[in-house]
């Protein structure tokens, strides 16, 4: 027991002396859903503006979404006291499930924790139950993903990060009788990269592979009916299995998948991770629901965040800060180097009031640590522009 709690503080300690211990800051809200952080300032508590939030276009704090939880939960209570098998299962997991089975134009879908768990517990259910089932992943796929495949413990071929002719190789070079997967993002979290789905989703069909594409960080942003960046093409093909999540732009929590009934069947019936947990709370599911059906139809906050965005960027450009470009509304900065990483973040925190968590390793590889930038649909002109003068005050030093 005791080398058990000694190893545990030499790792603690190693990762304090890299500059990537992770230090939690307290997120709080102002009357109009403003996203700020509260953090101790030399022993009075202090706010910054929230430059990471994944709530892009503020839904948890819609009016709409706030009435359709409280609703449900005189109805049902804060928890649905059970397992979906086991008396955790209501009309308002049901009715949440028909709506993003319709959104994302498929037969049916199924609920989750988180799309975490919908990640690892549908890889791992497919690979388990189908042996000889190869996984083709992008090299840059989330822990989530990685953590589904490794677990479930088939053959993984990785293919180089966007890359159409890799995957084309890898595919071509694999045995032509044995059932594939494709799995990679729409858009990818810590660079905002949007991977080339059109193409890997031909290619995969000429290869006859399957395909499981995680939506995340799309879904209530990007295509028809912000269904996802999947159907910014209607004529493209669509994905096998759409995975996606109720935390992020919809603004509450869970996850799911959304696919052919038999796929939806073999996970519900057979994933570990769908089975043996309790199922979301019905008030969760309910505002999910209230809060897809204005996104469905909603032009107004994602045009603004993504003004909003345009706007950072050109600001940016305009003052020489270097950034990542991409087509997503993710903007990484790359510092290169975790104590810089930190000291930007702590500077920007203490001297101008905006709280940007630092990407250090392990989220991203060495030598990529970099200040991740959400602007979302809450913000305003003028912080943006107090944001870019702040930056540039820090980065140059
Ligand atoms: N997939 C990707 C690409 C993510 O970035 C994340 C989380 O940030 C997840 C899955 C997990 O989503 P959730 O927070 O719903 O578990």
Known sequence: MFEIIDIINQELSSLRSKGNYRHFLHQVKDDDGNPFIKYNKDGTWVKAVNYCSNDYLSM???PYVIEAFTRSSKIYGVSSGGTRNISGTTEAHISLEKTLSQWHEKEAALLFGSAYIANLATLQTLGRRIPELIFFSDEKNHASLIEGMRSAGNKKIVFK???????EEKLSNADPLAPKLVIFESIYSMNGHVAPAAEILKLAQEYKA?????EVHAVGMYGAKNAGYCFNDPTAIKPDII???LSKAIGTFGGYIASSAEVVDFVRSFGSGFIFTTSLPPAVCSAAEA????????KERVYKMKTLVHLFRKLLTEEGIPFT????HITPIKVGNPEKCKAIADRLLHDFGIYIQPINYPTVPLGEECLRVIITSAHNEDQIYHLVQSLKKCIRG
């Not at 470009?325 to 997503?328: G, V």
């Open 60 to 62: 948890s704090n819609h």
């Open 161 to 167: 990060h966007n890359d159409i002719h890799d995957l």
């Open 210 to 214: 399957m395909t499981y594409v995680d």
């Open 243 to 245: 995975n996606g999540t």
């Open 291 to 298: 809060s897809i059906e204005l996104l469905q139809k909603d």
């Open 325 to 328: 470009f991409n087509q997503s």
